[in-house]
């Protein structure tokens, strides 16, 4: 898969599938990410990307976990969408999308959006789900467009979003 996209600035973007050599240059945005942008991504946990997860997280079979990188067309990695099929209801899948410090509010996340929903439709998967911390306005209104059904709980957030 390789999709060339435009952001709202008029950057060209390439949409592609993760590939395990990916895992580098991963670990380096996680690390470049802000301790704010972090802990709205990681609902405030994770905070070290080890080996062994950028591996798990790079190398992975694009049936049931899938990832996605938009990066410039020079592959400098600008973010990241990710869906894992629930092993029980095959139609649903946890999703999740983090974008590079830097790069946020130019339309990377919408573009990482559109391409996960439409691999997951080809894929089967129905439905997209996740949570986010209240105060995560960026993602509230990317799934505000995306017409996501949204519960609020404790300060966070748990969506749906069919594809």
Known sequence: MRELH????????VVRHIRPSDAAQLVDGFRRLSPESRR???LGGRVRLT???AEYLTNVD???HVALVATTEDDRGLGVARFIRDRV????AEAA???AEGEQGRGVGTV?????RRAARERGVRTLRGEILWENTAMRRLLARARARVRSSDGRLSFEVDV
């Open 62 to 64: 694009q049936l049931d």
């Open 51 to 53: 080996p062994e997860l």
């Open 112 to 116: 990482l959006l559109l391409a996960m």
């Open 89 to 92: 209801d095959r139609t649903v």
């Open 40 to 42: 709205l991504r990681f």
């Open 97 to 99: 999308i983090t974008v």
């Open 6 to 13: 435009r952001l709202r600035d008029g950057a060209r973007v």
